[in-house]
């Protein structure tokens, strides 16, 4: 880990300087779910701060905020025909599509520890932006415009955050790539931020390689544009440049899924949950399904 003045600092440096532990996991395509629930438990029961970082995860899995409404956000007949599995997960936030082509990475950190940051959605989205910046600053015009991730006018990364008394969570899942034919599984939100007309609703994926492509929260045409950044180049070059981010606020101690266990060992109800076909089918009231019987008996 380098200083500002170039040379590498050890960890006993680091510990002189007072900067707070961040424990780091990497996880390789865990189920969102798995993971989802992983993070509400350290969030309510450790006491330590920790940076989750997992690429992809298993399935396509359609994750919608706390207070999200099936009916209002998703094409439920089709999620149901297809057997797409819906996740209502414990922070606020949007709705999206993830799979193998999402990277997700995710802060749980205790109020003490981030002193300059008040515990209110906006200073953490601040917070986090300034962090982003120094990873993205050279990919392209990155900025955070109202709650989002943009290059340009373009979004191309989801967050959301729940907030205790001593701690908060700040989640994000970049959007490296994705299935154009799952877009159709979500309906166009109907809010839309300020800074983006109807006709821009469209997510721009800086990563992919040779295109960048957009959208995957909309259902929009995809966006596409040449890059120099490729493949599995640009993801070890983004993974680099967010641990050297992270690195600079936090002593980074990575960990396993073993070790976290011993710190989660506590009995915990989650409110993250699958949504059941009986959920989903109630969203779409007396409307008739028109599914196969099959699918129905299933």
């Known amino acids: 880990m380098k200083s500002s003045y170039g040379f590498k600092m050890t960890i006993v440096q680091l510990r002189k300087l007072g900067l707070p532990l961040m424990n780091l996991v990497r996880f390789k395509g865990i189920p969102i779910l798995e993971q989802l629930q992983l993070e509400e438990k350290l969030l309510r029961t450790s006491s330590e701060n920790w940076c989750i ?5 298993n399935s396509p899995t359609i994750v919608m905020g706390i207070s999200g409404k099936p009916a209002e956000l998703l094409e439920v ?3 149901i025909r297809d057997r797409i599995p819906v996740i209502k997960r414990f922070t606020g936030g949007g709705t999206v599509i993830v ?3 999402t990277i997700f990475i995710t802060f749980i950190c205790n109020r003490i520890d981030v002193p300059g940051v008040q515990p209110y959605p906006q200073p953490i989205m601040s917070w986090s932006g300034l962090l982003y910046d120094e990873v993205l600053q050279e990919i392209g015009d990155f900025h955070l415009r109202e ?8 979004k191309f990364g989801g967050n959301a955050q729940s907030i205790t008394k001593n701690r908060w969570i700040h989640h994000t899942s970049f959007l490296w790539d994705y299935e154009t034919k799952n877009m159709a599984y979500l309906k166009q939100p109907r809010r839309i931020p300020k800074y983006r007309s109807p006709v821009q609703v469209e997510i721009l994926d800086c990563f992919r390689m040779h295109h960048i492509k957009g959208p995957a929260e909309y259902g929009k045409e995809p966006f596409r544009i040449y890059t120099s950044y490729e493949g599995v ?10 641990l050297s ?3 600079s606020r936090f002593l980074v101690e990575p960990t396993n899924l073993e070790a976290i266990g011993a710190h989660s060992g506590t ?3 989650h409110s993250t949950s699958l949504l059941t076909k009986q959920e989903l089918e109630a969203a779409l009231g007396s409307q008739p399904l028109n599914l ?4 129905l008996e299933s």
């Open 53 to 57: 970082v997992n690429d992809g995860t």
């Open 99 to 101: 799979d193998q082509g």
């Open 292 to 295: 196969p019987l099959e699918v």
């Open 267 to 269: 009995a915990f109800a």
């Open 233 to 242: 180049y640009a993801q070890i070059s983004f993974y680099r440049e967010n």
């Open 77 to 79: 007949e089709s999620v």
């Open 147 to 154: 709650n989002d991730y943009v290059f340009g006018n373009r």
């Open 245 to 247: 981010s992270v690195g």
